[in-house]
């Protein structure tokens, strides 16, 4: 099955193109999987604002972390899933375990679910490697972990889109 993965920076329109591209894709079963934890009011209009985007015909799931568990237990019962998205997933793996070994088995399990996936999967993610280099220690674990995420998660895609200024520029 198809899995596309797009990236791009803060603001870059990533997740909107990823909706119009679910939306243009067979099957009315579509599964929406979220993995923001809203920790104040302003995070809770943000996902109040993704979920307006969203038509009501989606199956919205919220998974803080279990996300190769979901897309392998879910894509046999649907016709796609959105992963909106990859960054914050980190960040709750993050609040998990700083333990950069079991963040990376995380990862290989999720890219083990994709492999075997039996309905489309598009996966957004923040592009992290552009910027400069954190001052401490755990934002630099962030960015190694999402950065080596996204490597994984991109050789795994069978299309990378990179979304700049609201343009998708397709790189695989």
């Known amino acids: 099955m198809k899995k596309i993965f797009v990236i791009g920076g803060c603001r870059s329109g990533k ?8 939306e243009q894709m067979p099957g009315a079963r579509k ?3 979220a993995t923001c934890v809203p920790h104040d009011e302003e995070m809770n209009q943000r996902v109040a604002r993704h979920k307006q985007d969203r038509s009501s015909s989606w ?3 919220e998974v ?6 979901t897309i392998s237990q879910k894509s046999a ?3 796609l899933i959105l992963v909106d998205c990859l960054t914050l997933w980190m960040s709750n793996l993050l609040l998990e375990t700083e333990d950069f070994e079991t963040i990376d088995r ?5 890219i083990r ?21 954190p001052e401490n220690r755990l934002a630099r674990l962030f960015r190694d972990a999402t950065g080596f995420s996204n490597q994984k998660v991109a050789a795994c895609a069978d299309e990378v889109i990179w979304m700049v200024a609201g343009i998708p520029v397709k790189i695989k």
């Not at 997740?15 to 679910?22: C, D, K, N, V």
């Not at 803080?64 to 568990?69: C, G, I, K, S």
């Not at 995380?106 to 999720?110: A, E, G, P, S």
């Not at 075997?116 to 999967?121: I, L, Y």
């Open 15 to 22: 997740s909107g193109h990823a909706l119009e591209l679910a």
């Open 31 to 33: 599964v929406f999987v």
């Open 59 to 61: 199956i919205t799931l």
């Open 64 to 69: 803080p972390v279990r996300l190769a568990d």
């Open 77 to 79: 019962q649907c016709d």
């Open 106 to 110: 995380h990862v290989m399990d999720l």
């Open 113 to 133: 679910a994709l492999e075997v996936a039996r309905c489309p999967v598009i996966l957004v993610s923040n592009e992290v490697g552009t910027g400069i280099v």
